[in-house]
């Protein structure tokens, strides 16, 4: 049986009975069948599981304000003009639906903007519309209406900027409030426009979703605007998703924020994800580099950093060598730059990136110093090795071919890509034209080499285990 009204077993009707028994002596902000089964099928009608859910839940709504928060709380203004949410139209069946557009989501600059309890409150608020929303369809279809379905936009989703560990821990957090305190509530998460990193991404948080929840999920492939019009008709879909409504607007901005990169003006203070008390630390000094080697053993390894300077810009790199062997002394032409050296602004705001390793083999990090004739810097970082987890799995696409959207700005090495570029002569120059640092003295027309280029006794990267810096 599916445990849904009208659909019990015996067994399951005398687990709604106890449940309702337990909890007589308490004031719920729901009271028929409906709302007590929601809460037991997200325990496999464990009575004393959803009795304990439940009472930690009234306790949740009083130190949140649930019952008024519609009315009683606004959220924060970046998170009113960034968060990229919101209600539009219904699909076929009479659910309402909610977009999320993940893709456009900056978890950086939200980190760095806005409080977790702000953002939990946030979802609070939305889960509260829902609630609203179910009582409004309720009584416009004349039938019992209590889940949502949600349209997951992944456009703009990249490893790079999604694969962010306070990011992360907020998307974690914010499953286990949701799962916690509003069981039961989705009936179809479709998902479009998912680049070809969605599966590595989906592996991180899948742990932090419900199986039931996990049932529900439908990924589209390339043909996702047509797919997409299989559960929702095209008079309630915005022009931007294969749809009719809101011309000239075709993403109907004014139920669904687009959000995007939060600017600087809003940010609280520089935020770091690990304490400088945590990481390593080293200094550069003016006019040389330092390499650091680590070895992945294991295919789809994913190198985690981030690091952080006390004054002043760096250059930052990896490589990967070729061939596995730790040898010294390894000409340039013999590695594959994977993160192109770029001038990093780590003293205004905290760096970090993450690089997907296609192949095993030796990577090589670098900070480059050597355009700076007068200062050194120190630097902070931390950087940890993910091995994949051959224990996870996706659920079933609705389609085999790859999903859509741009090219992604995430790094992946040992595939001969875009991102994986073989350095020709030493030549280290994917940031010609950055803006010179206040520290280089040098004018214009001063023929020593340009910045980031790398100085002549630079040719080599001289192996160590605990890091070797070069002058």
Same mark, same amino acid.
């Not at 709302?35 to 997200?42: D, I, M």
């Not at 039938?143 to 949502?148: A, F, P, S």
């Not at 139920?255 to 945590?278: A, C, H, Q």
């Not at 090589?364 to 090795?385: A, C, I, P, Q």
């Given at each position: 049986?599916?445990g &849904?009204?009208?659909?019990?077993?015996p067994a399951q009707?005398?687990a709604?009975?106890?449940?309702?028994?337990?909890?007589s002596d308490?004031?719920?902000p729901?009271?028929d069948?409906y709302f007590?089964?929601?809460?037991?099928?997200?325990?496999?009608f464990?009575?004393?599981?959803?009795?304990d859910r439940?009472?930690k &839940?009234?306790?949740f709504?009083r130190?949140?304000?649930a019952?008024t928060?519609?009315?009683?709380?606004?959220p924060?203004e970046v998170?009113?003009?960034?968060f990229?949410?919101?209600?539009?139209?219904?699909?076929?069946?009479?659910?309402?639906?909610?977009?999320d557009?993940?893709?456009?989501?900056?978890p950086?600059?939200l980190?760095?903007s806005s409080?977790?309890e702000?953002i939990?409150?946030l979802?609070?608020?939305?889960?509260e519309?829902?609630?609203a929303?179910f009582?409004?369809?309720?009584?416009?279809k004349?039938?019992?209406?209590e889940t949502?379905?949600?349209v997951?936009?992944?456009e703009?989703?990249s490893?790079?900027?999604?694969?962010?560990?306070?990011?992360?821990?907020l998307?974690?957090?914010?499953?286990?409030?949701l799962?916690?305190?509003?069981?039961e509530?989705? &009936?179809?998460?479709?998902?479009? #426009?998912?680049?070809?990193i969605?599966?590595?991404?989906?592996?991180?948080?899948?742990?932090f979703?419900d199986e039931?929840?996990r049932s529900k999920i439908?990924i589209?492939?390339a043909?996702w605007k047509?797919?997409?019009l299989?559960y929702?008709s095209?008079?309630?879909l915005?022009q931007?998703?294969?749809g009719?409504?809101?011309?000239?607007?075709?993403m109907?901005t004014n139920?669904i924020?687009?959000?995007?990169d939060?600017p600087?003006?809003?940010?609280?203070?520089?935020?770091?994800?690990?304490? #400088?008390?945590?990481?390593e630390?080293?200094?550069?000094?003016r006019g040389?580099?330092?390499?650091?080697?680590?070895?992945?053993?294991?295919?789809?390894?994913?190198?985690?950093w981030?690091?952080?300077t006390?004054?002043?810009?760096?250059s930052?790199?990896?490589?990967q060598k070729?061939?596995? #062997?730790r040898?010294?002394?390894?000409?340039?032409?013999e590695?594959?730059?994977v993160?192109p050296?770029k001038?990093k602004?780590s003293?205004?705001?905290?760096?970090?990136g993450?690089?997907?390793?296609?192949?095993?083999g030796?990577y090589?990090?670098?900070f480059d110093?050597s355009?700076s004739?007068?200062r050194?810097?120190?630097?902070f970082?931390?950087?940890?090795?993910?091995?994949?987890?051959?224990?996870?799995?996706?659920p079933?696409?609705?389609?085999e071919?790859d999903g859509?959207?741009?090219?992604?700005?995430?790094?992946?090495?040992?595939?001969?890509?875009?991102?994986?570029?073989?350095?020709?002569?030493g030549?280290?120059?994917?940031?010609?034209g950055?803006p010179?640092?206040?520290?280089d003295?040098?004018p214009d027309?001063?023929?020593?080499?340009?910045?980031?280029?790398?100085?002549?006794?630079?040719?080599?990267?001289r192996?160590?285990?605990g890091?070797?810096?070069?002058?």
């Amino acid at each position: 049986m599916s445990g &849904h009204v009208g659909d019990l077993s015996p067994a399951q009707e005398e687990a709604l009975r106890k449940l309702k028994a337990s909890l007589s002596d308490v004031t719920l902000p729901e009271n028929d069948d409906y709302f007590f089964l929601r809460w037991l099928r997200a325990v496999k009608f464990d009575v004393q599981r959803a009795e304990d859910r439940l009472r930690k &839940h009234l306790e949740f709504r009083r130190e949140f304000g649930a019952d008024t928060i519609l009315t009683d709380w606004s959220p924060p203004e970046v998170l009113v003009k960034y968060f990229p949410t919101g209600f539009f139209g219904e699909d076929r069946d009479g659910h309402p639906v909610y977009y999320d557009n993940v893709g456009n989501l900056d978890p950086r600059g939200l980190h760095r903007s806005s409080k977790l309890e702000d953002i939990v409150k946030l979802k609070v608020m939305q889960s509260e519309m829902w609630q609203a929303k179910f009582r409004e369809f309720t009584e416009q279809k004349g039938r019992k209406i209590e889940t949502i379905t949600c349209v997951i936009d992944m456009e703009n989703l990249s490893f790079h900027r999604h694969y962010y560990r306070p990011g992360i821990n907020l998307f974690s957090e914010l499953s286990g409030v949701l799962q916690r305190n509003y069981p039961e509530r989705n &009936h179809l998460i479709l998902v479009v #426009k998912a680049p070809r990193i969605f599966p590595a991404l989906y592996n991180l948080v899948k742990h932090f979703i419900d199986e039931n929840t996990r049932s529900k999920i439908v990924i589209f492939g390339a043909n996702w605007k047509e797919e997409l019009l299989q559960y929702i008709s095209p008079d309630q879909l915005p022009q931007a998703y294969g749809g009719t409504r809101c011309e000239p607007d075709p993403m109907c901005t004014n139920f669904i924020t687009v959000g995007g990169d939060i600017p600087p003006e809003y940010y609280m203070t520089n935020l770091t994800e690990t304490s #400088k008390e945590d990481m390593e630390s080293v200094v550069v000094s003016r006019g040389s580099s330092y390499e650091r080697e680590f070895t992945v053993e294991l295919p789809e390894t994913v190198i985690r950093w981030e690091f952080i300077t006390s004054d002043h810009d760096i250059s930052f790199g990896w490589y990967q060598k070729s061939g596995t #062997k730790r040898r010294r002394f390894l000409p340039m032409t013999e590695m594959s730059e994977v993160v192109p050296m770029k001038r990093k602004n780590s003293h205004i705001i905290p760096e970090s990136g993450s690089l997907l390793c296609s192949t095993a083999g030796i990577y090589v990090m670098k900070f480059d110093n050597s355009y700076s004739w007068t200062r050194s810097k120190e630097v902070f970082y931390s950087v940890k090795l993910l091995p994949p987890d051959t224990e996870l799995s996706m659920p079933q696409m609705a389609t085999e071919e790859d999903g859509t959207g741009e090219e992604e700005e995430f790094y992946e090495c040992g595939d001969g890509g875009p991102e994986d570029r073989t350095v020709h002569n030493g030549d280290l120059r994917p940031h010609e034209g950055d803006p010179r640092p206040d520290d280089d003295p040098r004018p214009d027309d001063d023929p020593r080499p340009d910045e980031g280029d790398p100085r002549p006794d630079e040719g080599d990267l001289r192996p160590d285990e605990g890091g070797q810096s070069t002058t």
